[in-house]
């Protein structure tokens, strides 16, 4: 899957996919899958329900966070590729979301195990789609948005919060 044309995607988020480096995607991709279970899977039991600063995010609620993001970015992939481009698809809250999801109970490795299952769904859906289908688009709130540039945005934004990881918690 090639990379996305500026014009694939609202200009925000080049900010993602510019930190996604050369390469075949699905190769990025588990490279990108390793390094987060890296990063989370080597902090002890008390870094990962460390705050840096009242009101940010643990190491356990930053991780939700990726799958909470990742889940909504591969419907709207889907949205894009299955040729739905009519519906206009909501953004997540993620502030909602993230004082609504309880991880302070759950382990490291249950929350890597999660992640790990999203990614080989993401995979999955990528694999499935030629590159003509890759290019097209869904009608999101912020703009229009191709499938292949959500597949990027994903690896992109993991890579940015492994970046706030290692600069504020490690």
Do not use: C
Not at 28 to 37: F, G, I, K, P
Not at 102 to 131: C, H, Q
């Amino acid at each position: 899957m090639q990379r996305p044309q500026a014009t694939e995607h609202n200009p925000y988020f080049l900010r993602y996919i510019s930190l996604v480096p050369d390469g075949n995607y699905f190769e990025l991709l588990q490279q990108n899958t390793d390094e987060v279970n890296a990063a989370f899977g080597n902090l002890s039991e008390a870094a990962q329900n460390y705050s840096y600063e009242p009101g940010k995010w643990t190491p356990k609620q930053m991780l939700m966070h990726l799958m909470d993001t990742e889940r909504g970015m591969s419907y709207r992939a889907l949205v894009a590729a299955r040729g739905d481009n009519e519906q206009l698809i909501q953004t997540l809250d993620e502030d909602l979301y993230a004082s609504n999801a309880i991880v302070n109970n759950r382990s490291m490795e249950d929350l890597l195990e999660e992640f790990n299952a999203i990614r080989i769904t993401i995979r999955k859906l990528f694999e499935g789609l030629n590159d003509d289908q890759s290019t097209w688009t869904a009608n999101v709130v912020n703009g229009r948005v191709s499938a292949r540039a959500l597949g990027y945005m994903m690896i992109g934004h993991a890579i940015h919060h492994l970046n706030v990881l290692k600069e504020r918690y490690l």
